[in-house]
Nanobody, 127 residues
Framework: QVQLVESGGGLVQAGGSLRLSCAAS????????MGWFRQAPGKEREFVAA????????YYADSVKGRFTISRDNAKNTVLLQMNSLKPEDTAVYYC????????????????????WGQGTQVTVSS
């Protein structure tokens, strides 16, 4: 079992930055790939970024590439999402998720690739 708790959301002006944090409980955290998803009102939950269990490789949605950075600290059971140059269209509830790495990024960009989810944290970007 892995429990995930997100924090760090808030209100920021366009062009600003926020850092989201996801704290995980469970002894097997380091064996999971971790991902961030987001869901805006009236829209489907969409993939944002993912990182392998070792932290050696990351994958990003085109919409955030070059602006967001995902990282993890397995010693602290934490995964971070640094968000820079924020845009109003980044406004959403952001969710942290944990899933088993199967050798391909494709499943890790989909909700079905993850077994555990956090409760979400709101990010609002004003124009």
């Amino acid at each position: 079992q892995v429990q995930l708790v997100e924090s760090g959301g808030g209100l920021v002006q366009a062009g600003g930055s926020l850092r989201l944090s996801c704290a995980a409980s469970g002894r097997t955290f380091s064996s999971y790939a971790m991902g961030w998803f987001r869901q805006a009102p009236g829209k489907e939950r969409e993939f944002v970024a993912a990182i392998m269990w070792s932290g050696s490789s990351q994958y990003y949605a085109d919409s955030v590439k070059g602006r967001f950075t995902i990282s993890r600290d397995n010693a602290k059971n934490t995964v971070l999402l640094q968000m820079n140059s924020l845009k109003p269209e980044d406004t959403a509830v952001y969710y942290c998720a944990a899933g088993r790495w199967t050798g391909s990024w494709a499943p890790m960009t989909r909700k079905y690739g993850y077994d555990y989810w956090g409760q979400g944290t709101q990010v609002t970007v004003s124009s």
